[in-house]
């Protein structure tokens, strides 16, 4: 598949993550986020793998490769979603988003220095712009930033656990398909974080059976689209196009989840947001070399 198509698909899963976020936003109305989390991982990963096994596609890995999928579980599945959830409780909704938005420039910095990419400045250049772009984006007029909270350093851990993920699940895609890959890491990650939900919150289990039945359809659709099929496709992409490439799409999370929640939800967008999504759509261009090849074409 040429670079092109990983580019579109890529757009598209961000697009399901964007409005994933609406979901989600609607779903802790109903479930405790570390609970919920736990189970939707938890159907995710029941879902790759039991796709995977009608379609006998499933590959029995090496012990090298059981090494890195439980790393890659630990880091990606467990701490990246326990943190996260511990930290976007003990902090603002703003801080932690901003936070979040430094997840690609982590993880290009990461593949930079443990030598997984060489990269040009002008396409690093990109990712700092299209980071910029995520904290104009998230920031709204008359709201400041005040002091580091611990939810805050939780919630930069988190992005720190899944950056190291994503080298790992990029070194590791070189020998066992992603796609497997993906549902292992779920599977084994989501059993995990149930283990934890039940310790922490076991009485947070109850609410599955008293919800709406529609707050249970939008759990599984959560699931299996977004969770199950989007996290197969970017492990993909990574394993195609490697983890910093892939990593400046996730900037365009951002942009779609603004347009979900002010389009689904009604929430007001100012000009900063709007400044803001035209910085990430920038970052983006420059980050993945497309600036780059049309300057070469037009020298050409």
């Known amino acids: 598949m040429g670079k092109a198509k990983i580019y579109i698909i890529l757009l598209i899963v961000m697009l399901a993550w964007g409005l994933n976020v609406v979901a989600l936003k609607l779903l802790v109305s109903y479930f405790s986020p570390l609970t919920m989390t736990a189970v939707r ?3 995710a990963g029941i879902t790759v793998v039991g796709i995977l096994a009608l379609l006998k596609k499933l590959q029995k890995p090496t012990r090298t490769e059981v090494y890195s999928i439980m790393a890659a579980s630990i880091l990606g599945v467990v701490l990246h979603h326990s943190l996260l959830a511990f930290g976007l409780a003990n902090t603002m909704a703003t801080k932690g988003s901003i936070i979040l938005g430094f997840s690609p420039l982590l993880t290009a910095i990461l593949a930079i220095i443990f030598g997984f990419t060489q990269m040009s400045w002008q396409r690093f250049l990109g990712f700092v712009v ?33 950056a190291f993920s994503f080298l790992i699940i990029s070194k590791a895609s070189k020998t066992l398909n992603p796609v497997v890959l993906t549902g292992y890491m779920m599977l084994s990650g989501s059993i995990v974080l149930l283990l934890l939900a039940l310790m922490i919150e076991p009485a947070q289990f109850i609410y599955f059976t008293t919800v709406a039945p529609s707050a249970i359809a939008l759990l599984l659709a959560s699931a299996i689209f977004a969770t199950a099929l989007g996290h197969v ?14 990593a400046i799409f996730g900037n365009f999370n951002t942009l779609f989840s603004l347009l979900g929640t002010a389009i689904l939800l009604k929430d007001p967008i100012g000009m900063n947001q709007i400044f803001g999504c035209l910085l990430i759509i920038v970052g983006v261009l420059t980050g993945t070399g497309a600036v780059e090849a049309f300057v070469r074409s037009r020298k050409a």
Request: negative net charge; charged residues 10%.
């Open 41 to 43: 991982i938890f159907i």
């Open 130 to 162: 299209g980071t910029f772009g995520v904290i104009m984006a998230v920031l709204r007029g008359g709201e400041g930033m005040t002091g580091i909270a611990i939810g805050d350093i939780l919630v930069f851990l988190s992005i720190l656990a899944q």
């Open 233 to 246: 496709i970017y492990n993909y992409a990574i394993a195609k196009i490697g983890a910093a490439e892939t």
